[in-house]
């Protein structure tokens, strides 16, 4: 496949997830719902300072980070940090479940005779949650090692030298190229255990399969909303520590707006994706 014929593919895909999210908007509803609850947790650690829920989160803040963590305004420095743990949990619960329903819900909007049912779809991704984890799981395992080993690695034995800082940003920008071709190439695994209902490891086989033949295309897929998000995360280490030096509680809608972002592009994503799915298995008739 062409760079030419593989971007033709990915405007083709995306055009038809856009016209289908428009004429069934409730496609739309898993990825809301995942924002909803991050939202929510937000909302929550907010307030992490004060009680009641400064119960259960002074004492680790205090152990780990430092007690000035726990006042205003460095506790807006800790926040990003907090609820980026939180996310794990929601991905793992609640966000994995959404991915598995919007895969079902888009699989039913290309069938034509059947509309989208959320409460069919969310049904059957409940039934299919170990395998759902396992594939991110797998993933998000992968992520790790490649993104937070080689820094704790360098740290430990080189210390704060300049060559260090040098390593750590070329090994971030060269890990999430990694980790971005990594999900191109499991990402069918999604689709492939909801549709075909296929157990853990024949999704990752049918998926590394499936990307192997559309590999440029996937990767295109994969790539052009992940960078958006690596583009918000590199801002956003500049913007917090900003506001928090000027107007602390912006800093709150930087972290919203990620809320946000993340929303439009696992929509892309997951329904480009899961179209692309789709239409290989159409053609393999």
């Keep these: 496949m062409s760079i030419k014929e593989a971007f033709n593919i990915s405007k083709s895909v ?87 329903m919007a895969v079902n819900l888009i699989y039913q909007a290309n069938s034509g005779n059947v509309l989208p049912r959320p409460a069919g779809s969310f049904n059957k991704s409940v039934r299919r949650y170990l395998t759902l984890i396992g594939i991110w799981a797998t993933l998000f395992v992968l992520s790790f090692i490649i993104l937070k080993v080689p820094a704790i690695i360098l740290v430990k034995f080189l210390g704060a030298k300049p060559i260090t800082l040098i390593l750590l940003r070329i090994f971030f920008y060269s890990g999430f190229i990694l980790v971005i071709i990594i999900e191109a190439l499991l990402v069918y695994a999604y689709p492939a255990a909801i549709i075909d209902k296929k157990k853990y490891f024949a999704s990752l086989k049918n998926s590394f399969g499936l990307s192997k033949r559309v590999f440029i295309a996937s990767l295109i897929l994969v790539a052009a909303p992940r960078l958006l998000e690596v583009g918000y995360i590199i801002a956003r280490g500049y913007m917090i520590p900003f506001f928090v030096k000027h107007v602390p509680e912006l800093s709150v809608g930087v972290i919203a707006f990620g809320i946000v972002l993340v929303l439009f592009t696992d929509f892309f994503v997951i329904c480009a994706v899961t179209n692309l799915y789709i239409l290989a298995k159409e053609t393999e008739k």
């Design 14 to 100: 995306w055009s038809m997830s856009v016209k289908m999210a428009r004429k069934y908007p409730v496609i739309l509803l898993p990825f809301f719902i995942t924002a909803i609850c991050n939202a929510l947790t937000l909302a929550v650690l907010y307030y992490f300072p004060r009680k009641p829920w400064s119960l259960f989160f002074a004492s680790p803040i205090r152990n780990f980070k430092g007690e000035k963590f726990l006042h205003y305004p460095s506790n807006f420095l800790v926040l990003p940090e907090l609820f980026y743990y939180f996310q794990i949990f929601i991905m793992a619960t609640v966000g994995i479940i959404m991915f598995g």
